[in-house]
């Protein structure tokens, strides 16, 4: 056993913040030791009992406590020892049973009619006991501290039953320093203290303390005491440390079906659901226990929180449950409907809210959760609205369901009238408002509810911070983001920061600042790396282009096992697509266990970003044959490789596209449009085309006239292309560089850790514009450049070696082209402008920094131009390399002066 208190480590990092199992040690607690129980009969009066059912269901902290001044004492105020029908000389016994029977009837007359009578005769520390528990059973807590510091002489009983009541009634520490005074007095701990004070420590999750707690119990040999060996092993399983709950529930002498409750609660709440699922049945094997609903309702949440085994499993114990008679338990119904909302369909759950005898507070926010679950916010309101008395529980129920099915509106209302109606605020409560101003976006409300939570008093709290930062970089608040990163005291934990900040860097685009922010936390010890930095960074990789680092991230995550995690392995999937590294993609997706629609999106993207249109629709096929569901991303995807075919495959193409919402339930968007758009201008029909737009049912958005622009210039109809410009230019007059959204459109499956809807928001707004860019990845340092940028260090080479290339293209016959100046979003028409352009500049930049022979990799964030276009093949003859370039359309290939995307980009 020595080794288990030495090792407290495993556990300690992962305290768990739910609330101590009370059921497991409520019931035995108050349970202290009482002698022999005389017939009662005889002792009642006849006034007497009072029953105060309303009382009876009430546990003690519940109850008003008297006021009385303390001057008196004793606490006797009232005119009840002469009351005929109580004896002044009854012996003990009775006097005892008496009290029991006021704690019983919850009738604290009778109580202190004894209590005064006892006074008048020798100090008795039985009765005193006896007193003390009956008053602390009536919820008079202070009047039993009162007999309790009268006592000469307190035992081990009177200890233990106030150490006991303190530690359940939010004292714990006076409880701990109460067992201290005790061991002070000389007086050893019975189990029953024990119990207590591990209560106390539970409750207060202190594991240091319970360490020492349980080296005690060794030392005075308590180990064999259930009652202790449980509470001990209810200390650690709230601690996490799961090991230590295994090891004592394997020693123990006598179990009970606390242990076994204790042992596979446990093991739920590390999400060890089969294990969970053995112990339940060694539990009715072994022990041959009948469970009680405290075990279905444990069960049942480790079935909602399984996998795809949680089905069966749960099933089977809903089938235990009714065998069992547990089909009305209120908490057993209660945990069913967390599960089948997990689990199962919103009409499993209605019934069983239905069907149901009894519900309480509890029932009704369950099914609130439910309902926004399954996304069915109005029915949620309603239930919110017919619910008979709400907790503060049941309002952020309402508020967390608003942020998931991205109502950010909705849920800052309900803050408002929630700040209005005085309810509780917690943690909770804040960091949900704090998540649905983020998803606003509204800068001036964002700084409102920054306000009102400062003022509020709570922002030194971890968690809410880490919010407020997230909230920020959402909001265009960068600089404000960045002052609570500088601000976080060093004794917080850094990992949720860090991931925060990280990501706000990310989703403002500052890729350099994330990157080494990233690094940065590396270095640090307490950093941990989850999935959520890890497909951020992933999905920078990708992004840039910075396939070293992926491979390092990919290699990171196989080590520590995130790839698994089917979230991972797609945001890798999708790093080595748009690093250009294909096969290591499909390699990726194949050693897949588990395959979602955005694990058979990313590998679409990722064909389709390479032009490769024939293997698109061979994964497709495969995804058919399989009866994958295609949702709304997969079929721009589907639509799009028909552009990419080796042949003509445009009947196809119409087939599936008005096969869409007839077979799969999908109305066609006008991204869809704007897709099939561009396949048939692609394939040359440019009228075809153009009639599609007009026939759309709903009004045009200008990306599909620009997939029909592309093709007018690559096609160089002149004619069509003119209407279709000025068409741009009417739906919008303010922005016509719009090329953004097709860069979006490839990038929208590699999941940029933020919600389509958001997304599209961001679009809708214009909030982020970017020049054109273009870059190289270099000695694992991003070099990039603007248009006729000269801010880089070997920016004098540069220029004169792109001098000399110039000549030697124009030597070898290029012309340049400032022919097609409508879809430049960066230059001008001027000949040197164009010579200057920024993919020209990382080009060279490349051809300097690699061995001859070696092919040079550029990325640009939107389209390469036509000027670039052709210099790039005639590069690729005079200095013999292949030159990739990732542009907003996918992949080029230059060498031997052709293009892999044979020039239709
Ligand atoms: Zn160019
Ligand atoms: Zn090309």
Known sequence: MEAVIHHPATGAAAFSPCSPPESLFSRRITDLPRRSKPDISSFLSPSKPKTKP??????????????????????????????????????????????????????????????????????????????????????????????????????????????????????????????????????????????????????????????????FVLKLDFLGSTYVVNA???????????????????????????????????????????????????????????????????????????????????????????????????????????????????????VLFERMPEKDVFTWTEMITAYMEFGLVDLAVQTFDMMPDRTCESYNALLAGYCRNNKGLRALNLFCDMVEEGIELNDFTLTSAINACGSVMQKSTSEQIHAFILKFGCARNSHVEAALLDMCTWCERMADAENIFLRWPKDWERTIVLTAMICGYARNRQLDQAISLFCQGQSEESFVLDEVVATTMLSICGLLGFCKFGEQLHCFSIKYGLLSDTKMANATISMYAKCGRMEAAIKVFDAMLVHDTVSWNSLLAGHVLHR?????????????????????????????????????????????????????????????????????????????????????????????????????????????????????????????????????????????????????????????????????????????????????????????????????????????????????????????????????????????????GKPVRIFKNILLCGDCHTFFKNVSVVTKREIYVRDSSGFHCFSNGKCSCKDQW
């Open 54 to 215: 309303q009382n009876l269901r009430l546990s003690p902290q519940f109850l008003p406590s008297p006021s009385i001044s303390p001057s008196k004492s004793p606490p006797l105020d009232l005119p009840l020892t002469s009351e005929p029908s109580i004896k002044t000389d009854l012996p003990s016994n009775d006097y005892s049973h008496l009290l029991l029977l006021s704690a019983r009837y919850g009738d604290v007359e009778l109580a202190k009619a004894v209590h005064a009578s006892i006074f008048k005769h020798e100090e008795d520390t039985y009765l005193s006991n006896a007193l003390i528990v009956a008053y602390l059973k009536l919820g008079r807590i202070d009047f039993a501290h009162r007999v309790f510091k009268n006592m000469s002489s307190p035992d081990v009983v009177s200890y233990t039953a106030l150490i006991s009541d303190l530690a359940k009634s939010n004292r714990e520490n006076e409880a701990i320093e109460l067992f201290l005074e005790m061991r002070g007095s000389g007086i050893e701990p019975n189990e029953h203290s024990f119990v207590a004070l591990l209560t106390a420590c539970i409750r207060l999750l202190n594991l240091e303390l319970g360490l020492q707690v349980h080296a």
């Open 232 to 350: 001990l092993m209810g200390l650690y399983s709230n601690c996490g440390c799961l090991n230590f709950v295994i090891e004592l529930f394997y020693d123990m002498l006598v179990r009970d079906i606390v242990s076994w409750n204790t042992v596979i609660s446990s093991l739920v709440k590390k999400g060890m659901c089969d294990e969970a699922f053995e112990s339940f049945r060694d539990m009715l094997r072994i022990d041959g226990f009948r469970v009680d609903y405290f075990t279905i309702s444990s069960l049942l949440a480790s079935a909602a929180a399984a996998g795809r085994s949680g089905m069966t499993e749960g099933g089977e114990i809903h089938a235990c449950a009714i065998k069992l008679g547990f089909e009305s338990n209120l908490s057993v119904n209660n945990a069913l409907i967390r599960f089948y909302t997990k689990r199962g369909s919103v009409e499993d759950v209605k």
């Open 612 to 852: 490769q249109g024939d293997e698109a629709l061979a994964v497709w096929m495969k995804m058919e044959s399989l009866g994958v569901q295609p949702d709304t991303v997969t079929c721009l995807f589907i639509i799009s490789a028909y552009r990419y075919t080796g042949s003509d495959l445009i009947d196809c193409c119409h087939r599936f596209f008005s096969s869409m919402e007839s077979r799969y339930q999908i109305k066609p968007t006008s991204e869809h449009y704007a897709n099939l758009v561009g396949v048939l201008g692609h394939w040359g029909l440019l009228k075809e085309a153009e009639a599609i737009i007009l026939k759309m049912p709903f009004v045009p958005k200008a990306a599909a006239w620009r997939a029909l622009l592309d093709s007018c210039r690559v096609h160089q109809n002149a004619a069509i292309g003119k209407r279709v410009a000025k068409e741009i230019l009417h739906v919008e007059p303010q922005d016509p560089s719009m090329f953004i959204l097709k860069s979006n459109l490839y990038s929208a499956s590699g999941r940029w850790h933020c919600s389509d809807t958001v997304r599209e928001k961001m679009r809708e707004k214009g909030l982020r514009k970017f020049p054109g860019q273009s870059w190289i990845i270099h000695q694992n340092r991003i070099h990039s450049f603007f248009a006729r940028d000269t801010s880089h260090p070997q920016s004098k080479d540069i220029y004169s070696g792109l001098q000399i290339l110039l000549l030697e293209c124009l030597k070898a016959g290029y012309v340049p082209d400032t022919s097609f100046v409508l879809h430049e979003a960066e230059e001008h028409q001027k000949k040197d402008f164009l010579f200057y352009h920024s993919a020209k500049l990382a080009m060279t930049f490349g051809l300097l920094m690699t061995k001859p």
